[in-house]
């Protein structure tokens, strides 16, 4: 039987192998100690380090190696995407100016389009309709993740002037107010949604098979989401989350449901 990569489109396996090389190298980089990190984090840079090697490595082995399954495709392609944020905090540009460049780098712009697509497929394979209608929704995702990377991908030759350059709101590691996690996390927020609905309305095996796993990835992945969309849209809660006595419980709480998503999905 042919690999089940070969039914994933050509910009998706792109954008997976993208994120791949970037989370290589951001790795390799903060192992053999080439990169500073910030000295006093609330999570220790090793954490980031930790989960974005296993998010990585299983996207890697479910996109490549799965043969029979485009859901567990679909969900290596969204794992190695999730896996590219998380490596910013081991080589932060502001410490790395060299490799700003790599910052730049942001498959992960796609990541709504990517769960879109798993979302389509699971519980289990859908109607023709309801196949159409995600695919839409799949493409709108990833034209707004399209202008979000290009816009990023400009600002390696052509570095921001000034805060009224307009590329600004959509460039990566602004203040709050700019326009990147909420183009990119507000329709992986519904594509979660969808998937919670669907489980909900099927029945029998589908319904039974599909209940751990998807309970798992939303309770593990969507808090996450909603934290960082808060944080950029509403500076108070910002300030707050970040605080002293607040950004050490919030992160253990958040981290740790994100690091039971690769065994509950594995």
Known sequence: MAPIIRDVPVWARALAALATLRVAAALVLYLSGL????????????????????????????????????RAAWLGGVLLLIAVPLTSAVMPTQANPALAWMGRLRPDA?????LWRLAVELPAPPSAS???????????????????????????????????????R?????TTGGWYWPIVLLPSAGAFVSMLVRMLRSQGDDRARSTVFICGLVAGILPFFLEVLAEETWAPYKSWAHSPAV??????ALFGALGIVPFVTA
């Open 110 to 114: 796609f990541l709504g389009a990517f």
């Open 35 to 70: 990169t500073t990190v910030a000295s006093q984090t609330a999570i220790h840079p090793a954490v980031y380090a930790w989960l974005a090697l296993t998010f990585g490595a299983l996207g890697l082995a479910l996109l490549t190696a799965n043969r029979n399954d485009i």
């Open 247 to 252: 950004e050490p419980v919030m992160g253990a």
């Open 170 to 174: 959509l460039a990566t590691g602004v």
């Open 130 to 168: 309801l196949r159409r209608a995600g695919a839409w929704v799949a493409a709108g995702s990833a034209l707004l993740g399209a202008v979000a990377f290009a816009t990023n991908l400009s600002l390696i030759w052509s570095p921001l002037a000034a805060d009224t350059d307009w590329r600004a």
